[in-house]
């Protein structure tokens, strides 16, 4: 390799660094990105000043170019004023988030209300919204998480009516009123409003979103749902998070509206056992059902009407025994965590029967009665017999399951093998080529 070949390369390199300063809109310490170039010939940049110590945002310097996104997380900045922003144009994004803001000037953002879709805030020490002076009419998400905000008042979202993520989470809030969310009724797509000091009555007002696809409303002292008075029906709704909410009583009535919901999170409430209802449209849409830490005893009822159930965490409860049949209709179900419950583990019991019958629904059994005698003629032969003196296999602190179907098997007759070491055991089944493969991992930490 000679010298002289990299000597040009070194050159070019060189004008560029020099370029890059040259335009780059602000000092060090903040450092430039080239972003692109616009349709106009101008620049587009990003500014990073993450982490610099800056108590006030940076002077820029007046260029014809555009930054698109501004860095400023992470700075011990308190206030941000009507023309702090006044010089730039073009901004898409700003993150201002781990700062000390209490104070933001109704203008600042006045000359990016075209541009700006992104605008973080979270983890700062604001009491109120963000007001604005005018329209900021593609604004699209604006995170004010770990915040001071105790109340959202009405037409909150007056000035920001494309607002369609929206991140409270992990303020004081204890009110909202109830036309708070009435300029963004349909745009809004997600509300996060999880660890706040909400109370049940928050649902009312949840009830008029319904565009809404995304609900947390987790760590809030929610207690118990009334089971009637709110409204209209839960239309868009597909993921809600209820977790530690305080909950003792399942909501069945208010569930029962939801017409699209997906995905039900209601681990850390406790509640020995409950129904889920089976009326509504859930029966066909719920696909993901979290029900960590419930002191729950039982599988709930109605699980074996979920048609499409995909997965079901159960994890950490108090269930010994589960029902040969509990999950005879759920054809779909894939993931099934069972860790941390008192199974009890006999050769005929409960814990290994459920495992025979993830197996058994897959075979075409299925239209057999339940409990079947078919049962027999699949019997798994080397699993669970071999194992049974493996005592710790339902004492364990884990005991997950998880099927699997991939498309085909190669195999032409219903055989069942098995193998196992201390710490895994694997049984998969082998069926005709028109069904499927079922593997099933039962993972087992010993002591
Ligand atoms: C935050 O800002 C306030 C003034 O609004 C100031 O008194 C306080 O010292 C600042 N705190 C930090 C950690 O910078
Ligand atoms: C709740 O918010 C507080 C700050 O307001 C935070 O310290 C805490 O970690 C949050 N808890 C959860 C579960 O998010
Ligand atoms: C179920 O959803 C459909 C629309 O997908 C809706 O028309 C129907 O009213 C819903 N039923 C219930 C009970 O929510
Ligand atoms: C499975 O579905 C069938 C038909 O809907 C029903 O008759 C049967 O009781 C269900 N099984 C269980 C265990 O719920």
Redesign the pocket.
């Known amino acids: 390799m000679n010298l002289h070949h990299h000597i040009p390369a070194m050159a070019i390199l060189l004008s560029l660094v020099s370029h890059v300063a040259a335009d780059c809109p602000v000092r060090p310490p903040c450092t430039c990105d080239e972003l692109g170039t616009n349709s106009d010939g101008t620049k587009s940049w990003s500014v990073n000043c993450v982490n610099k110590g800056l108590t006030m945002v940076p002077t820029f310097d007046t260029t014809k170019d555009s930054v698109e996104e501004l860095l400023l997380g992470k700075n ?1 900045i ?1 206030s941000i004023s009507n023309d702090a922003f006044s010089t730039l144009k073009g901004l898409n994004f700003i993150d201002l988030s781990e700062n ?1 803001i ?1 104070y933001i000037g109704e203008k600042a953002f006045l000359g990016q209300k075209n541009s700006l879709e992104y605008l973080y805030l979270g983890k700062n020490v604001l009491t109120a919204i963000p007001v604005f002076a005018e329209d900021m009419s593609i604004l699209r998400e604006l995170v004010l998480s770990t915040n001071q905000m105790t109340t959202i008042p009405a037409n909150a979202f007056h000035k920001t009516p494309a607002l369609s993520k929206l991140y409270l989470n992990s303020n004081k809030i204890s009110t909202i009123d109830g036309a708070a969310f009435d300029d963004i009724q349909n745009s809004l797509d997600l509300l996060n409003l999880q660890n706040n000091s909400l109370t049940s009555n928050v649902i009312q007002v949840l009830a008029n979103l319904p565009k809404l696809r995304i609900l947390y409303l987790a760590y809030n002292p929610l207690g118990n749902i009334p089971q009637a008075g709110f409204g209209q029906a839960f239309q868009s709704i597909q993921d809600l998070n209820l977790e530690f909410t305080q909950l003792s009583e399942f909501p069945v009535v208010l569930l029962s509206r939801f017409w699209k919901l997906r995905t039900l999170m209601l681990s850390g409430n406790q509640m020995a056992s409950f129904d889920l209802p089976t009326v509504g449209n859930l029966t066909s849409t719920l696909q993901n059902l979290y029900l960590h830490n419930m002191g729950l005893t039982k599988i709930p009822k109605g699980i074996a009407q979920m048609k499409n159930l995909h997965r079901l965490e159960l994890s950490r409860n108090s269930i010994a025994t589960l029902d040969t049949c509990a999950f005879h209709n759920n054809t779909n179900l894939r993931t099934v965590s069972l860790s941390g419950n008192p199974l009890e583990c006999t050769c005929n019991a409960a814990g290994l029967r459920f495992l025979q019958n993830i197996l058994r629904k897959d075979f075409k059994g299925l239209d057999q009665p339940c409990p079947s005698e078919s049962l027999k003629e699949y019997t798994v032969t080397t699993f669970p017999i071999d194992h049974c003196d493996t005592r710790d296999l339902c004492n364990s602190k884990l005991l997950s399951s998880t099927t699997s179907m991939p498309t085909q098997s190669p195999s032409a007759s219903p055989v069942a093998s098995g193998t196992a070491t201390m710490s895994t055991v694997e049984v998969t089944t082998r069926l005709t080529p028109a069904m499927a493969v079922v593997t099933v991992m039962v993972v087992v930490s010993l002591r």
Do not use: I
């Open positions: 011990h308190s000390n209490s």
